[in-house]
């Protein structure tokens, strides 16, 4: 049942790409805009930027340009990219592992952080703990990541000096030997524990801020479905019975409480890689979010598609991780 | 345990707010608490440190080859692993001194133009030495390569690989078929002067590119420093290299740091931190606020840009007396004030008041509505019209400003603006296509600054009539035929005659009949750290830093 619902899902993917793809696809042609005089910069002759267009297939009818990129496609050739004038494919391979390092720390920090925050202020609930909490989640989801990443830098670097500002790695520090592109892994796969810890001592601030937003949300989902189960006939039977206090909140109501939190986490990817852009301009941080404003802002068509393929894929994919975790943690699921 | 009682807000309300204010007086306190010293691990080992400067910017290198990229941060790394046949003296842009040629004549006329090279030269791929070929092969390529920044030489030579001639080894001859007095300038430009290891880049030629793919990532050239790792969007970091022709005596640094840094506020800090020796393009109120920072200098040295609104000349605006009149309308004053914060200062014409030719009596237009009222009426447009205007793109000094202080002023005198933001590539699709001029905008800003030392260079590309769009750069489609005699004469003028044709074409083109509104000159300001020295600014590349000249 579970394998034949994971064959059904990435049928369906396919299909979401390739709706994605034609959507995006015309809807980055329907700008008015002629990229091919933006490469050739404005003091390019005519016949310059005709070459370029034809280089770049941007003179053929619409519709063969986007079965060129179909084509190109099935073979994992994403094109060539006007902004950084290298193969798209190229770009993805450096810029995507520094979004995904990003992303899943701030994905860590709100599950370590944000439901343990909702349990407790779930089991305390209207004690100074909830409200404690309840006033971090309103404030998580009430500053905007640009604004929390400007202040996050003022304090906890320009201030207090205890995170750098910006970046991946020290200046001038070596990269470890690429195996996942993941800093934090590569090193410690390498062995190199300074290294270890210097890549995470700089992923720490942005991810602590891109998350923020999103352990606010896991802490009042959290806190809701604690209080809910809380109350269920079930929990009274159990305590009825002589079951500890301990017991009945690990063993009864967590389990049943974090089922809709798993669910959020899954959708919370989505907001993260769009929050990502905003923290990776402010952190000067390597991913695929600068590269896609300066994308989107050069209408480089290749590029664009392929930003948007690919987040579309970490989305749909990391759903289905949390849909086949839903069913592991309820055996009543079935998809 | 109990069931959920009912919620009473008050007992929520007192302790959130009692909460909320001090998590506030928590934050207000850190924010204001006085920095730790600046002597940090940042600046300390910058002091003991003189091998590494460390410069944050903005913009991220996409292209190390001179025959394409066009950009500033590719331009300076190529400034600094790739040198020249010659180059411009310190901060003049008059004074041309040796490089990879050690020596040059010219005839008469200055159309045939010889070079002796220096012996010697490594390059960076382990080949030695330069030669005449290389020579030949690297400027060539940039014109036939048909890419950005073919135009360069392309004024010079149609046909380079014949114009440039081996004589021996080591003696190179332009043959450029008129006098041209200002090659020397053009070949001192870091945008394509550059002399590549010709034998690499014949051997990675592909699909007829002149070797273009292989040199946009790779290191060619024979500069004081090679290209060590290049961490794309991140940095860019220049190690020393070792055979460098000009040695290493002296106080020079060791490794370069070029990191790209997007946000201002963030560069602001690592300066201030000393985690960076070297950064520019801050906010005008980040510069303000450093002026006061014993620990950097701030300095604003003249560049060349010009920004600028053209005005098609075509439609409503084809009158002159329509385009006096919008140069009494805006208020330059207060664009000026609220622009730079007194880092930049008015424009008055197509040349920046540093290139030869500026003419520092031509005529200045103030804002004066009286007149405007009366030139619009002269050239018929009365009030309740509507001009067109199309911003963003990120072109022209503070967007934003430009075009509200013009709408502000028009709507004074019964004058509507109707402005159209576009991002980069929408403005290139209409300014440079191929629309008659009845649908193109009536006014557009534009950025511009000239490649070399040269009033032709700079005024030709933006008002000879057959520089028009598509094709050209002559945005506001402006033809005046007085206009284009004056071009023609200068193209292949003697200095003397240059200068004088350029004073008569400012004369018409800042009074007369003007193409644009001439906004401003911005300055390069630029943070450095108090400690580092032998910084030189040239206009012609004011943010294209020497590092073998600096040392702490």
């Known amino acids: 049942m579970l394998a034949r619902m994971i064959v059904r899902r990435l049928a369906f993917l396919i299909l979401v790409l390739i709706g994605l793809s034609f959507i995006t696809f015309m809807l980055s042609h329907v700008v008015p805009a002629d990229p091919a005089r933006l490469y050739a910069g404005p003091r390019a002759s005519g016949a310059a930027v005709a070459l370029i267009r034809h280089q770049f297939g941007f003179d053929l009818p619409i519709w063969a340009q986007y079965a060129n990129f179909l084509g190109n496609l099935k073979d994992g050739n994403f094109g060539y990219s006007l902004v950084s004038n290298r193969p798209v494919a190229a770009d993805l391979h450096d810029y995507l592992p520094a979004t995904i390092e990003l992303t899943l720390g701030a994905m860590v920090m709100a599950i370590a952080v944000g439901i343990p925050l909702g349990v407790i202020a779930g089991v305390w609930n209207r004690s100074w703990i909830d409200y404690g909490v309840r006033l971090i989640s309103g404030l998580g989801l009430a500053m905007p990541a640009y604004w929390l990443a400007l202040l996050a830098q003022l304090i906890f670097f320009d201030h207090l000096r205890w995170f750098p500002a910006d970046s991946r790695l020290d200046p001038a520090a070596i990269p470890p030997p690429r195996i996942t592109g993941l800093y934090t892994i590569d090193s410690l796969l390498a062995w190199d524990p300074g290294l270890f810890v210097q890549s995470l001592w700089h992923l720490a601030l942005p991810s602590a801020v891109l998350g923020f937003g999103a352990t606010a949300v896991l802490a009042r989902m959290v806190r809701a479905s604690m209080i809910d189960a809380l109350a269920q006939d079930y929990v009274r039977t159990a305590r009825a019975k002589g079951v500890g206090r301990r017991a009945v909140i690990i063993r009864h109501v967590l389990r049943n409480a974090l089922l809709p939190a798993t669910t959020l986490v899954g959708l919370q990817i989505g907001s993260l890689l769009g929050g990502a852009l905003l923290v990776e301009n402010i952190f000067s941080w390597p991913g695929i979010g600068r590269y896609a404003t300066a994308a989107v802002f050069a209408l480089d068509y290749n590029a664009v598609m392929a930003v948007t393929l690919v987040a579309a894929l970490i989305f749909v994919m990391v759903n289905l991780v949390v849909d086949v975790v839903y069913m592991a943690l309820d055996p009543r699921v079935v998809y | ?552």
Request: glycine content about 8%.
């Open chain 2, 1 to 552: 345990m109990s069931g959920p009682s009912r919620y009473d807000s008050r007992r929520f309300a007192r302790p959130a707010l009692r909460g909320a204010f001090a998590l506030g007086l928590i934050m207000g306190a850190v924010a204001v608490a006085p920095r730790p010293a600046t002597a940090q691990v940042g600046r300390a080992v910058a002091s003991t440190d003189n091998g590494t400067i460390t410069y944050v910017t903005d913009e991220t290198p996409l292209d190390l080859d001179p025959a394409s990229n066009s950009g500033s941060a590719s331009a300076l790394i190529s400034r600094n692993i790739d040198d020249n046949l010659v180059a411009f003296d310190g901060a003049s842009i008059d004074a041309i001194r040796p490089v990879l040629a050690t020596s040059w004549s010219t005839n008469a006329d200055k159309s045939v133009w010889t070079f002796h090279l220096r012996h010697g030269v490594s390059f960076h791929t382990g080949r030695c030495c330069m030669t005449a070929d290389d020579v030949q092969y690297s400027l060539g390529r940039t014109v036939t390569a048909g890419l950005a920044a073919s135009y360069l030489l392309g004024r010079f030579m149609t046909k380079p690989f014949s114009q440039i001639k081996v004589l021996d080894q080591y003696t190179v001859e332009f043959d450029l078929g008129h006098s041209q007095p200002i090659f020397l300038s053009a070949l001192a430009s870091y945008f394509t002067g550059p002399i590549l290891d010709a034998q690499v880049l014949k051997a990675h030629v592909v699909k007829n590119d002149w070797g273009h793919n292989w040199a946009t990532g790779h290191d060619l050239g024979a500069g004081p420093y090679v290209l060590q790792s290049w961490v794309h969007n991140q940095q860019a970091v220049l190690a020393q290299f070792p055979a460098y022709w000009g040695g290493w005596s002296g106080p020079h640094f060791s490794k370069v740091i070029i990191r790209t840094v997007p946000s201002s506020t963030t560069r602001r800090e690592l300066i201030e931190s000393g985690q960076a020796d070297l950064t520019n393009d801050l906010t005008a109120q980040d510069n303000q606020a450093l002026q006061g920072n014993t620990q950097v200098k701030v300095v604003s040295p003249p560049g060349t840009s010009i920004h600028y609104i053209a005005m098609t000349d075509a439609g409503l605006l084809a009158s002159p007396y329509a385009r006096q009149a919008l140069s009494y309308t805006f208020n330059y004053d207060a664009y000026i004030k609220a622009a730079f914060h007194g880092y930049g200062r008015r424009a008055y014409g197509p040349l920046p008041s540093t290139l030869l030719g500026y003419d520092p009596h031509m005529f200045h237009y103030q804002t004066d509505l009286t007149k405007a009222r009366a030139l619009f009426q002269k050239a018929g447009i009365s009030s309740g019209t509507t001009l067109t205007y199309i911003a963003g793109g990120g072109v022209g000094a503070t967007p934003g400003l430009v075009e509200t202080i013009l709408q502000a002023q028009l709507a004074q005198l019964g004058i509507t603006l109707k402005i159209q933001y576009v991002n980069a590539s929408g403005y290139a699709s209409i300014v440079f296509g191929s629309e008659p001029a009845a649908k193109r905008p009536n006014m557009l800003p534009v950025s511009w600054y000239p490649d070399y030392n040269d009033p032709y260079d700079e005024i030709q590309p933006l008002l000879e009539a057959d520089q028009a769009p598509p094709g050209g750069t002559n945005l506001g489609l402006y033809h005046n035929a007085q206009v284009d005699a004056l071009l023609k004469d200068m193209k292949y003028a003697n200095r003397e005659t240059l200068i004088r044709d350029a004073y008569q074409l400012q004369d018409i083109t800042s009074r007369v009949d003007p193409p644009c509104i001439w906004l401003d000159e911005p300055t390069a300001v630029t943070v450095l750290a108090a400690n580092l020295k032998g910084v030189l600014f040239n206009p012609l590349g004011i943010d294209l830093f020497n590092f073998y000249a600096m040392h702490h």
